[in-house]
């Protein structure tokens, strides 16, 4: 029975999101990137660190691209097409992490501060309030000089960030629903808070729930680009951002344009395939915004 | 023994004023008194109207005895169980008890939920049997309340009538098999030509099934036709309170009067009366002490405005809140 | 005659097809004359107001052999026309929860006068002075236009509708359930300054409601509405006590009285059509008890069965039947 409903379930989500234009050419780019990253090791011609000769057996450095390294090569000689497909892979792992954990961090708190109200609203909103006062970068560095760098800490830090927006959309729209008659009903059939919650309330925001499940997962991809090209990402783990900042301290970035291309665009791809995928939500969550 | 013991049930809601009246006029909390000293009781199977105008308390009073809101004050008594001191375990029993039907057949019903998840909840929620059980249940409830099982079972809401959503209200609620059943306007909001047959299958089904029901609704028309008791209250309190035919045929107390000369008949040759009332409906706040209609009632005296009207018995079985009678004899007037 | 409306048909088109909301509706309503419309849910009412009023989206096809007013037909003209000499001036409008349609933010009286300036150009002084009339004449106090709605109870801000529905002094008002959702006694009120207002403004009514009772003490004239077409269509006193169309006698028997504690309540079963399938023949066949195969072979006609009565069905010979078994509860419960 249950799997029957998550089976009706998938099915419903991508009937959404492929009869919208735009949620089609959103979903087609970020199902790409995530086969890229997931096939990264397999498909990848060199390793990501490995400096490399050409066929000449000269050292193949600020090569633009040729036949022999497809997307050229960077100041110290790596290629630029393994660097780019491993990066793919932490980029989008982070972004889907983090946007996901946030997402449900500021799913229950909207839910919960939004259905029970008086104190408890109190607490979490004031609470969201301060978070919102927090500054993603300086609290980056922080955990940084305290921890070291590592993967973790940026998923860690995005996360108690992005899930403010979403807190507040959710707390919104469940005071919303919670007016409505048919909770009452759930209420006088027997219901506890907790089903009324979850069972009742939940699947009437899941639209909005998975609009901003993508704006999270698209914030989460910029915030962590931004930090990793700032220098705060994970030195081991590439990332399309720490790609851009190898490219900055190299000092080189106003002539590799071979080497600057293909994360800058793939990151405003990413950004914008998520958003458009927001699109299509939205004209589930609003149904007025319908074209006709 | 009574099913049911309303006793002095009291509702009030407080508002309080801004920061600023309080320091410049030291204005003090405003009260509603939404419902004020509710008091009657029901015998098992009975059907009993409640009838008044919008802010005379009758759906408040029914939040309070479906235990979905805690009354200021009063007792309400399900067999013989003060309500109010029930633990969790009892008032997960007491709602398997007494259910409610409601108004709006478009807003009752989860929009996300087929009519099998929407009549199977609360048996799901209360853990009533298991899953072959319950599909048992649905499947004959839906029956009873006229539609056919394998037709509805995986419809939406959207999918179906105001008729057919309100079906599936009913059955919601019977599914529990209840003893007590708070029909709130059931069908103030379907359209008239089905009206008939929604009123028919909660009459027929409080027999079979032997519930008793609390039917509340504005329209006297609708009450007149379905209900043996009727209750006509204002501003929170009982005004009246007799059998249906007496109430209808021979009110006493002014407001109900008023409010039956006032319903309107179905014939072009008909000429409604001018009600004997003054004034608009009030709102219940910040009451003056007395009876809840003096600032309404053409015959008001004195003591009116001084004392609260108890509710006696003017007539055998017909009781009245007016200080115009005493209890065994009828006023003179 | 004020209005003379004949074949009027608006349909919509939607992606898979035609929803013919009005289907062929003709009405006549006289000088100084209440209309009662009677129509239950999705029978076109508030598409044939729309139509009307010019409100219907650019997707609706709209067409009449005559949609008149005062001799002069509206159909030919142009939107702007329409809105400067019709709209308010001529035909208003009270619409169905009137009660939200006024704005939270604005006093009352200044809503009020600008829906008098809009349209004709009064100096502040004079269109004070016509407020303060309106809201006396349906009994409501001058210094009441001061205030905002949500000081107003529901009865109070229906009264300022209607007020505002005459502050051009219009030939016709047009009123979508104006009294639903109202308890009975501010209903009965509303009802009894509309008749005193009637009798100094002389504008006429067209009154639309699923409440049979307000029809039947409002109006001078009744139509009956369903799925598009009018039914029956006769005078008040006549189409009570001489009802030919079946759905009207399912109507009447469906409608409690507590003038008649022990009359049977009825109800029709099944529900209206969906309208945007093409329904050969009668609308109301298939929820009909006494409908026949010729029933739904072609449509009926509009039969003038007496004078200014007409009748939407083609077994009126079977009438005086008709009129025995709907009285009976298990004429309807078979027919479904």
């Known amino acids: 029975m249950k799997l029957r409903r998550a089976k009706e379930f998938l099915i419903t989500q991508f009937k959404i999101i492929m009869g919208n234009r735009f949620g089609f050419v959103g979903a087609s780019i970020i199902v790409f990137f995530c086969v890229v990253g997931l096939l990264a090791p397999i498909i990848a011609p060199h390793q990501p660190w490995d400096t490399l000769r050409d066929s000449n057996g000269k050292l193949a450095i600020m090569r633009p691209p040729s036949m022999e390294f497809l997307l050229g090569t960077t100041a110290l000689g790596r290629d630029l097409l393994t660097q780019m497909l491993y990066a793919t892979r932490t980029t989008v792992l982070i972004g889907l992490v983090s946007g996901l954990i946030s997402m449900v961090i500021g799913a229950n708190i909207g839910l919960l501060s939004g259905y029970y109200g008086g104190k408890m609203d109190e607490i979490l909103m004031r609470f969201t309030d301060i978070i919102y006062g927090m500054p993603f970068l300086p609290f980056l560095i922080v955990l940084i000089a305290l921890f070291g760098r590592s993967l973790w800490f940026v998923i860690i830090a995005i996360c108690c960030i992005v899930w403010r927006t979403s ?56 915030a962590e680009a931004g930090a990793s090209f700032l220098g705060f990402g994970d030195p081991d783990n590439l990332s399309w951002g720490g790609m851009l900042y190898n490219l900055w301290i190299s000092g080189k970035i106003r002539t590799a344009w071979w080497w600057f291309a293909p994360p800058a665009i793939c990151i405003v791809l990413l950004v914008s395939a998520l958003v458009f995928v927001s699109r299509a939500y939205e004209e589930v969550a609003n149904p007025r915004l319908k074209q006709r | 023994m009574a099913i049911l013991e309303v006793e002095d049930l009291k509702q009030y809601f407080y508002i309080n004023p801004g920061l600023l009246a309080k320091m410049v006029s030291g204005k003090k909390p405003s009260v509603i008194k939404a419902v004020d000293g509710l008091t009657f009781s029901l015998e098992p199977g009975e059907i009993m109207g409640v009838a008044g105008e919008s802010g005379c308390g009758k759906s408040t009073a029914c939040l309070a005895i479906s235990k979905l809101r805690e009354p200021t004050d009063g007792t309400i008594r399900f067999r013989g169980k003060n309500i109010s001191e ?54 004959n409830t839906l029956s009873i309340v006229g539609l056919k099982p394998h037709a509805y079972l995986d419809r939406y809401p959207h999918q179906m009538s105001g008729g057919e959503r309100q079906r599936v209200g009913i059955a919601s609620a019977l599914v529990l098999e209840p003893e007590l059943v708070i029909a709130d306007e059931p069908v103030s909001m379907l359209d008239v030509s089905i009206r008939a047959g929604i009123l028919d299958l909660i009459r027929d089904l409080s027999e079979r099934m032997n519930f008793t029901c609390i039917w509340v609704s504005h329209d006297l028309s609708i009450l007149s036709n379905v209900s043996e008791k009727l209750m006509i209250m204002y501003l929170g309190r009982t005004m009246e309170l007799a ?91 | ?26 009405i006549s309503i006289k000088e100084d004359e209440v209309f009662g419309l009677a129509g239950e849910s999705g029978c076109g009412k508030s598409t044939l107001i729309r139509t009307i009023m010019r ?56 809503q009020l006068a600008e829906a008098i300036q809009t349209h004709e150009p009064l100096n502040k002084a004079e269109t004070r002075e016509r407020t303060h009339q309106l809201f006396k004449g349906v009994g409501l106090q001058p210094e009441l236009t001061r205030n905002y709605p949500h000081e107003f109870s529901g009865g109070m801000r229906q009264r300022a509708m209607i007020a505002m529905s005459l502050a051009l002094d219009p030939g016709l008002i047009i009123m979508d359930e104006p009294t639903t959702g109202l308890d009975v006694l501010v209903q009965e009120r509303i009802l009894r300054e509309l008749r005193a207002i009637r009798q100094k403004s002389k504008a006429s009514i067209f009154l639309i409601t699923h409440d049979i009772s307000v029809i039947a003490e409002m109006s001078d004239r009744i139509g009956i509405m369903y799925a598009g077409r009018i039914m029956e269509q006769a005078d008040s006193m006549e189409l009570f006590n001489d009802t030919y169309h079946p759905y009207t006698l399912g109507l009447k028997n469906a409608f409690p009285s507590i003038q008649a504690l022990d009359r049977e309540l009825i109800s029709i079963p099944g529900s209206p059509p969906n309208l945007s399938k093409d329904i050969p023949g009668c609308v109301f066949a298939f929820r009909c008890p006494f409908a026949i195969r010729e029933c739904s072979y072609e449509r009926p006609p509009d039969l003038e069965i007496k004078p200014n009565h007409f009748v939407h069905c083609i077994r009126t010979d079977k009438v005086d039947e008709f009129r025995e078994r709907a009285g009976e509860k298990k004429t309807w419960q078979s027919s479904k």
């Not at chain 2, 009892?90 to 099998?116: A, C, G, H, W």
């Not at chain 2, 006493?252 to 008949?265: D, N, Q, R």
């Open chain 2, 243 to 333: 059998p249906t035919r007496e109430v209808i045929t021979d009110p006493l107390h002014p407001y109900a009067k008023a409010l039956i000369s006032a319903v309107a008949i179905p014939d072009p040759a008909y000429k409604r009366p001018i009600p004997d009332i003054r004034g608009e409906v009030s709102q219940p706040i910040d009451p003056p002490p007395g009876c809840r209609f003096q600032t309404r009632c053409k015959k008001v005296m004195n003591i009116c405005e001084r004392e609260d009207p108890p509710l006696i018995e003017a007539k055998p079985g017909h009781f009245v809140s007016c200080h115009l009678y005493k209890p065994g004899m009828e006023a003179t007037n």
């Open chain 2, 86 to 139: 029930m633990s969790k375990k009892e008032t997960m029993e007491y709602r398997s008890k007494v259910q409610l039907i409601f108004q709006d057949p478009f807003e009752s019903l989860n929009p996300r939920f087929n009519v099998f998840d929407t009549v199977v909840e609360p048996l799901r929620a209360l853990d009533i049997g298991n899953r072959e059980e319950r599909r048992e249940r649905v499947i």
């Open chain 3, 55 to 110: 409100l219907v989206p650019d997707t609706a096809k709209v067409n009449a052999d005559q949609l008149q007013y005062r001799g002069e037909d509206l159909l030919p003209l142009s939107d702007k026309e329409y809105r400067d000499r019709i709209l308010w001036k001529e035909i208003s409008l009270v619409p169905q929860s009137a009660m939200n349609s006024l704005n939270p933010v604005y006093r009352v009286g200044n």
């Open chain 3, 1 to 26: 005659m004020l209005m003379k409306i004949e074949n009027l048909k608006t349909h919509y088109r939607i992606t898979d097809g035609i929803v013919k909301a009005v289907d062929g509706v003709s």
């Open chain 1, 167 to 222: 807190a507040r959309v959710i707390r919104a729209q469940t005071l919303a629903i919670k007016q409505r008659q048919f909770i009452m009903a759930a209420k006088a059939r027997g219901c506890t808070n907790f089903r009324i919650i979850y069972g009742h309330i939940m699947p009437n925001i899941l639209p909005l729930l998975l609009l901003y499940t993508a704006f999270n997962i698209a914030w989460s991809v910029l």
